[in-house]
């Protein structure tokens, strides 16, 4: 019994990687990523607000891209983000806020421009 639950502790946390490695590939295969990619969707798109809850405003706009991808999914059915980290680039200027999200394939760098159009920037991790 030792043995069997020793076994399972040792490869459980490697399907969890294969987990995260095939997200990561099939998240890079649909978008072409080599490296990093650049994305972007309307607000429009959107329910939550950039400006007002920006934490929650970036997981969805991470998740648009993610929610047909069934190996970036969670038990929960949200994309795999653990952090997401806010700073106006220039204090006192609301426009100037910039994201950044951390998931289990990579990072995300999130900003709304003016135009209403949410950039991405996706870099993997290496």
């Not at 997200?23 to 099939?26: A, P, S």
């Given at each position: 019994m030792k043995k069997l639950l020793l076994l399972f502790i040792l490869i459980f946390p490697i399907l969890g990687q294969n987990v995260l490695a095939d997200?990561?590939?099939?998240f890079m295969s649909k978008y072409d990523v080599m490296d990093s990619?650049?994305?972007?969707?309307?607000d429009n798109a959107l329910?939550?607000?950039?400006?007002e809850?920006?934490?929650?405003?970036?997981?969805?706009a991470i998740s648009y891209f993610v929610r047909d991808i069934r190996s970036c999914q969670n038990e929960k059915g949200s994309a795999l983000i653990s952090n997401v980290k806010c700073h106006e680039l220039i204090p006192g200027k609301v426009y100037s806020k910039n994201c950044?999200?951390?998931?289990?394939?990579g990072y995300f760098?999130?900003?709304l421009d003016m135009l209403d159009n949410v950039n991405i920037i996706f870099n993997r991790w290496d």
């Open positions: 997200c990561q590939i099939d990619k650049a994305l972007s969707v309307h329910v939550g607000d950039f400006y809850n920006s934490e929650s405003y970036v997981k969805e950044i999200a951390e998931s289990e394939i760098f999130v900003s």
